[in-house]
């Protein structure tokens, strides 16, 4: 019983939270009378979100796509390369420096460039996304498949195994915990990255993305659907984070203790 | 390995030979049995015991039919009873399965209970300082454990262990 008040206290708590500072929000607003642009109150925020839904739903679908994608190849090149880096200490001694360093220079001096040569905008807003993205998954795995326990090695070793089979019966499972963190984290990075990308893009391109809408929003005084824009941003945040780390339970809770329950 | 089932890590060996599943189900159901793992097929290490653990760990080197098995303190690490119990198990085994075992321990009970030859080994530099042969006829039950001839090999066992410790004090 006690338990389940835990958890309940643990689930009421934010959310009174948040009812009380929107409830303040918007007595604030209506008592020191703002205009709403400056700051709107957040049931006109809800309302410009229910008004302007269908450009907004329209936006959102474009960064989602934009997002997935970046997070798909990310995971992809992020995994792969790690693998690659698994098999030669000097295949890694060679490129890891450069996959710093395209992760250290920011991602806002990189997308101009990338936009002047990628005439397509919206691979050239997945490929910044994915620059954001990939690294912390190729730093995740790459760690991960280092520290392979020698001893199941040396039992590998014993059992004739060939490299592909050490590296699909014993690293990759064994890296299987980082990856998934590296992909949780690149999960919200995608979604910052293409948010960043299409700021950049700007009203340059035909942009029709979140971050593009917001901008737009912005030149037009509309404060309340830049509010909605940025919430919907969020939610979207949480959501794929969510949702990341219920596909890593599914994948581990049987075995991996980060994510099973203690049974004793 | 923690990410496969009890039944998976046995099957390991055997798949990376590139056996058939179909053909190993016999031969993972038979490793199983020798070590008392029946009914735990389906699960995983994380919720075994430790004693569990290295059955897991015998029947995956069982189920390749070895004619040698190396075991370096397989059993260090565990109780005095589930080490007792698995002495046993690993006698039923060895008896079952005619291999050679070459068991490496620091416990001279452990050493007697199992062998039919003990060396002892001194360090620095690495060698063999007694070789005892222990004469008494397998099957070996719980009655050894408590017989006078037990106690008699262990008196030579730790004299020998003893000498050695004392010849490197002298040095």
């Known amino acids: 019983m006690r338990f389940n008040r835990g958890r309940l206290l643990r689930a009421a708590l934010p959310v009174a939270v948040g009812v ?6 918007e007595a604030f607003v209506r008592i020191a009378e703002m205009p709403v642009y400056i700051l ?10 229910w008004e302007d839904w269908d450009t907004l739903s329209d936006s959102l679908v474009v960064t989602l796509s934009i997002t997935f994608a970046a997070l798909a190849g990310a995971s992809l090149v992020g995994g792969g390369l790690a693998v690659l880096f698994a098999q030669s200490k000097w295949i890694e001694a060679s490129l890891f420096p450069y996959a710093v360093i395209l992760q250290v220079t920011p ?21 910044c996304a994915w620059i954001v993205a990939f690294f912390p998954i190729l730093s995740n795995t790459t760690l ?10 040396d039992l590998m070793q014993l059992y004739k195994a060939k490299r592909w089979q050490v590296l699909w019966y014993l690293r990759a499972p064994g890296a299987m915990p980082y990856f998934l963190g590296g992909v949780k984290i690149a999960g919200g990075l ?15 391109t035909a942009g029709t993305g979140l971050a593009y809408r917001i901008l737009e929003s912005s030149y037009r005084l509309d404060i309340p659907r830049m509010y909605a824009g940025v919430v919907l941003l969020s939610v979207t945040g949480v959501v794929i984070f969510a949702g990341l780390s219920a596909l890593s339970w599914v994948v581990l809770h049987r075995w991996h203790e980060s994510s099973a329950r203690r049974e004793h | 390995m923690p990410w496969r089932t009890v039944w998976g ?20 159901a038979d490793a199983l049995a020798r070590v008392g793992l029946v009914g735990f097929e389906r699960a995983y290490p994380r919720q075994l015991s430790g004693g569990m653990k290295m059955r897991v760990s015998i029947a995956r080197a069982l189920v390749t039919q070895p004619s040698l098995l190396l075991m370096d303190e397989p059993f260090a690490a565990l109780d005095e009873i589930t080490r007792a119990r698995l002495n046993n198990d690993l006698l039923g085994v060895f008896q079952a399965q005619r291999l050679t075992i070459g068991f490496v321990t620091h416990s001279v009970f452990e050493s007697v209970f199992l062998s039919d030859r003990i060396l002892v080994m001194a360090a620095r530099p690495g060698r063999v300082v007694a070789d005892i042969a222990v004469d008494v006829p397998y099957p070996r039950d719980e009655a050894f454990r408590t017989s006078e001839t037990f ?3 262990c008196r030579i066992v730790s004299d020998a262990l003893k000498q050695m410790t004392g010849d490197q004090d002298a040095l």
């Open chain 1, 20 to 25: 009380l500072f929107l409830l303040g929000w």
């Open chain 1, 40 to 49: 709107p109150g957040p049931l006109r925020i809800a309302s410009s979100l």
């Open chain 1, 107 to 127: 991602i806002v001096a990189i997308a101009p460039l990338i936009l002047i040569y990628v005439r397509n905008t919206e691979v050239a807003l997945v490929i």
């Open chain 1, 144 to 153: 991960g498949l280092n520290a392979t326990d020698p001893n199941f090695l």
């Open chain 1, 190 to 204: 995608s979604l910052i990255g293409s948010v960043v990308a299409e700021l950049t893009a700007g009203t340059a």
């Open chain 2, 9 to 28: 890590n046995v099957f390991l060996p055997l798949r990376i030979a590139g056996m058939a599943r179909a053909e190993a189900e016999p031969r993972i």
């Open chain 2, 151 to 153: 106690i008699h090999y």
